[in-house]
Every structure is written in structure tokens, then in C-alpha cells.
């Protein structure tokens, strides 16, 4: 569903954000992780065509994002990390914008509305931060867009709206809808990605499914052989290692420690994951 092939892309002659960027994703939940500054953001609005490459190719649903042409832009839905302020009620929007998206099913938008506490005849310019968003996210959802691009999706929500976030998008995706989800809040994420990617000096430096990782590389609080080693770091009750699997019991590596091997270490976590792969 998207295709970024040898992509360079900055702001600036001196500011050059990414260089040589490749990225392939099928249908599913993928989080998109990366230090502040990484690109993330601008990395959506690439894949969106809110961005032109500068070199490379970007594909989008089978277009060249660039172009953001019609048939591309009634099948993708981008909810930025600060959502322009609206005057316009939930409801008008939908009367205003749902149009545009051939899939847009009214009633779903009226029970995420719902769902999320959202007054539907309210001005979104008088909600707070949160609720804005939310009904952003109600609009993305009910659009019926093969694409769905999340920025920063959790912030300014309340614990119990995290909670709604979580439940509406684990239950409206289908196996032929692409999620990318760019986060910092990766704990409020976790259990609803199929892969994670993690951005890193212009590059994706690490790819991969989460049922790939946790068949391949584990946790353990023992000192680990040098040949098993991928990560180490520092807990407050003690030191925690990142190994390859190897028959030993071993737990479950978080999304946070991921994050900091794929960040510290990324060729050996690939590499372990292809030794895994072919176990």
C-alpha cells in the first residue's frame, strides 16, 4: 500500500531530514517511532502528499503521493498532531466533508460521537484540545479510507479517552486497512500494533512485525552470552538483557526496550531477527 524508494526530503538547503529513505507497508496497525526532530511527522505527510520529495519516489495506494490525486486522497485520512481549528460543528463537518469520501458511513460517525462523549451540534472551536481530536479521529475512522495516518494520536486525551481511542481503532480495522500510527506515548499504543519501524538520521533503521520479534529476541535479568547479546540497559532493580531466543525461557521484550535496542543497536536486532526467521 505504500512504497517509499530512495527518498531525500529536507526544509532547507542546510537541513536535509532524510536521506536515502526506503519504506514498505501492507495492510495493518504500524507504529512509527523516532526521537523529537526525527521526521515523523513530515514522514506522514509525505506518504499524504502534504510533502514533495525531493528525490525518490513515493507511492500511495497505487499513486504518486505527490500528485494527490482524487482517486488517492478519497481513500486516505491524515489527523495531525495539532488538528486546525474548525468553527464548524462535528455534524457540519461530516455535511461539509463527507462527500468527498465515497465509504463515509453517517452512522458510524454518529456512534464514535458518541462513544468518544463529543457534542455532535457544538462548535469545534469551543472544545478543548482533546475532544477536537477526537472527533478528528470519529471523522478518519468513518471515512472508510483504506489509509488511516495518526500523529501523535494520544495526546491531549484523558486516561479514559486513550482507553476509547484503543477500542474504536482495534475494532474498525479490517484486514485490507493500512494504520500508521507516529507516537512518543508507545506504551498507549502497544497492544494494537502488528509492526513497529523507528526512524533514526534520515533512515528507517529497523523494521519488523511484533509476532516476528517476540518469536526471536526475549528478556532476561541473567548476564547473557556475548554471541546472544543484542542490548543491555540499566533498570532500577538491576541490569536487563536483550537476547536472542535460544531455548531458554525468556519474557516478552516491551515496546520501550525495542525502541532503545532498535535505536542503540539496530543492525544486530535486525540480524537476530533474521537468524530467528530462519530457525
Not at 197 to 218: N, P, R, T, W, Y
Request: proline share 4%; charged share 20%; net charge negative.
Amino acid at each position: 500500500m505504500i512504497q517509499l524508494s530512495a527518498v531525500s526530503f529536507g526544509y532547507g538547503r542546510s537541513d536535509l531530514l532524510f536521506d536515502g529513505l526506503d519504506l514498505h507497508l501492507n495492510p495493518g496497525v504500524h507504529g512509527l517511532l523516532g526521537l523529537n526532530g526525527a521526521g515523523k511527522t513530515s514522514l506522514l505527510k509525505l506518504i499524504s502528499g502534504l510533502r514533495r520529495a525531493w528525490q525518490g519516489t513515493c507511492t500511495t495506494l497505487g499513486h504518486d503521493a505527490s500528485r494527490r490525486e482524487v482517486e488517492m486522497l478519497q481513500d486516505a485520512f491524515i489527523v495531525l498532531d495539532e488538528v486546525p481549528v474548525s468553527p464548524h460543528s462535528a455534524l457540519d463537518l461530516a455535511k461539509e466533508r463527507a462527500g468527498f469520501y465515497p465509504r463515509f458511513d453517517h452512522a458510524l460517525y454518529g456512534a464514535l460521537l458518541e462513544e468518544c462523549e463529543v457534542a455532535p451540534d457544538k462548535s469545534l472551536k469551543a472544545l478543548s484540545t482533546g475532544q477536537h481530536k477526537k472527533a478528528m479521529i470519529a471523522f478518519g475512522v468513518a471515512t472508510g479510507c483504506r489509509l488511516l495516518l495518526l500523529d501523535e494520536p494520544t495526546n491531549g486525551l484523558d486516561i479514559p479517552s486513550k482507553s476509547t481511542f484503543r477500542r474504536i481503532i482495534a475494532r474498525h480495522l479490517d484486514e485490507d486497512r493500512c494504520v500508521i500510527i507516529s507516537t512518543h506515548q508507545i506504551l498507549e499504543v502497544e497492544n494494537l500494533l502488528d509492526s513497529v519501524m523507528v526512524l533514526k538520521d534520515g533512515k528507517i533503521v529497523f523494521q519488523a512485525d511484533l509476532d516476528a520479534v517476540h518469536s526471536a529476541v526475549g528478556l532476561t535479568e541473567q548476564p547473557a552470552q556475548e554471541a546472544d547479546l543484542i542490548y543491555s540497559e540499566d533498570r532500577p532493580l538491576g541490569q536487563r538483557y536483550l537476547v536472542a531466543a535460544s531455548g531458554a525461557p525468556l519474557a516478552q521484550v516491551d515496546l520501550e526496550t525495542l525502541f532503545n535496542a532498535a535505536m542503540a543497536e539496530p543492525q544486530r536486532l535486525t540480524n537476530a531477527l533474521s537468524a530467528g526467521a530462519q530457525l
